[in-house]
């Protein structure tokens, strides 16, 4: 056996929620690392998730000797009710290659919380069973374009971008926050906005930007590299033909943030719910099962993942996350 791995996150021994379990690590499968096809991940005799992606992880990279920019690192996020009831669980990072034959690269247990929030006023919100896509009749407050960045979001934008590569669109930009930022490290950025009052700031920031209709985008097929979408698609009334309008335009991968709806059966016993899940220009609310079920309908390949940590947490101590981050490859 060649391959070498670790399971950074969880740390051993944790406690976890089978339904949000984030897993984070290296990888490297020795002289068949160009034969791999994925990385997976089992706990109790199954498959609990799998990631075709990799990317830097400089620490790792150094220590077996590899340039600091080698596709080691691997990200995670599961929903696996089936380990309720187990107590503890042994992880297993599993190297599968091409040829379907698989290596087993690190392992260490977890503990696992023995609540199954499912359970919760809201609880099918948290169900990956559950695909439906929610609108807003079904869950039933406004307010201007956010002229910041999210740190988070950026850091997972430059991941899964990777170096700049190609021209880069950027879908309902807003103000350019992520603009100013991308620019600035050499993406070849263009926004495009629905609201004439957002592009006229873009225009007094020197953005290069287009006013569009919000229904067709006025560029060739294939025209750009690879587009991103932040807090956006909950707004718009039809995703199926806009995600089929901005497939069209690029070649090679789209990411996008939404809000994540799966907290409010957690935030229900504090009798509190995060505002801006429930902006009144929320057409769409997404679950991890919804959205990537919504996505796989455009994109050959989609891992969805989450970010953004409140200061609310689960009865049992346990973090949230406000956001979904989705990438889409053709």
């Known amino acids: 056996m060649d391959t070498i791995a670790a399971i950074?996150?969880?740390?051993?021994?944790?406690?976890?929620?089978?339904?949000?379990?984030?897993?984070?690590?290296?990888?490297?499968?020795?002289?068949?690392?160009?034969?791999?096809?994925?990385?997976?991940?089992?706990?109790?005799?199954?498959?609990?998730?799998?990631?075709?992606l990799r990317f830097p992880q400089p620490e790792a990279a150094r220590a077996l000797g590899l340039p600091p920019d080698a596709p080691l690192g691997y990200a995670m996020h599961i929903s696996a009710p089936a380990l309720f009831g187990q107590g503890a669980v042994q992880l297993e990072?599993?190297?599968?290659?091409?040829?379907?034959?698989?290596?087993?690269?690190?392992?260490?247990?977890?503990?696992?919380?023995?609540?199954?929030?499912?359970?919760?006023?809201?609880?099918?919100?948290?169900?990956p069973a559950e695909t439906r896509l929610f609108h807003r009749?079904?869950?039933?407050?406004?307010?201007?374009?956010?002229?910041?960045?999210?740190?988070e979001c950026l850091a997972l934008l430059?991941?899964?971008?990777?170096?700049?590569?190609?021209?880069?669109?950027?879908?309902?930009c807003g103000f350019g926050s992520y603009g100013r930022v991308l620019l600035a490290e050499?993406?070849?950025?263009?926004?495009?906005e629905v609201k004439e009052s957002d592009c006229a700031e873009l225009a007094r920031l020197?953005?290069?930007h287009r006013l569009v209709d919000g229904r067709t985008?006025?560029?060739?097929?294939?025209?750009?590299?690879a587009a991103i979408c932040v807090e956006v698609l909950e707004h718009?009334?039809?995703?199926?033909?806009?995600?089929?309008?901005?497939?069209?335009?690029?070649?090679?991968?789209?990411?996008?943030?939404?809000?994540?709806?799966?907290?409010?059966?957690?935030?229900?016993?504090?009798?509190?719910?995060?505002?801006?899940?429930?902006?009144?220009?929320?057409?769409?609310?997404?679950?991890?099962a919804s959205l990537r079920h919504l996505l796989a309908a455009h994109f050959g390949r989609v891992e969805v993942l989450t970010y953004g940590v409140p200061p609310l947490r689960t009865p049992e101590g346990l973090p949230l996350h406000y956001h979904l981050f989705a990438i889409c490859d053709l």
């Not at 379907?100 to 359970?119: M, Q, T, V």
């Not at 050499?186 to 495009?192: A, I, M, N, S, T």
């Not at 806009?242 to 016993?269: G, Q």
Request: charge should be negative; glycine fraction near 10%; include cysteine.
């Open 236 to 288: 718009i009334p039809d995703p199926h033909a806009f995600l089929a309008e901005v497939r069209r335009v690029i070649r090679r991968r789209m990411l996008i943030s939404v809000p994540n709806l799966e907290t409010i059966p957690y935030f229900s016993r504090h009798l509190a719910v995060p505002w801006h899940l429930l902006e009144g220009d929320h057409k769409n609310f997404f679950t991890r």
């Open 8 to 52: 950074d996150s969880p740390a051993r021994g944790s406690l976890n929620d089978p339904l949000a379990l984030r897993v984070e690590g290296w990888l490297h499968a020795g002289p068949r690392d160009g034969q791999l096809a994925a990385i997976e991940l089992s706990a109790a005799g199954r498959i609990i998730g799998e990631t075709a």
């Open 206 to 208: 020197g953005l290069p």
């Open 93 to 127: 990072c599993h190297a599968r290659f091409q040829d379907g034959s698989r290596e087993r690269g690190a392992f260490h247990e977890i503990r696992l919380i023995a609540h199954d929030h499912r359970k919760n006023d809201y609880g099918i919100l948290a169900d």
């Open 186 to 192: 050499g993406y070849d950025w263009l926004g495009v």
């Open 137 to 151: 009749s079904d869950i039933y407050c406004t307010g201007p374009s956010v002229s910041a960045t999210s740190p």
């Open 158 to 172: 430059r991941r899964y971008l990777g170096p700049p590569a190609g021209p880069l669109l950027d879908v309902g």
């Open 217 to 225: 985008l006025p560029f060739a097929d294939g025209q750009f590299d």
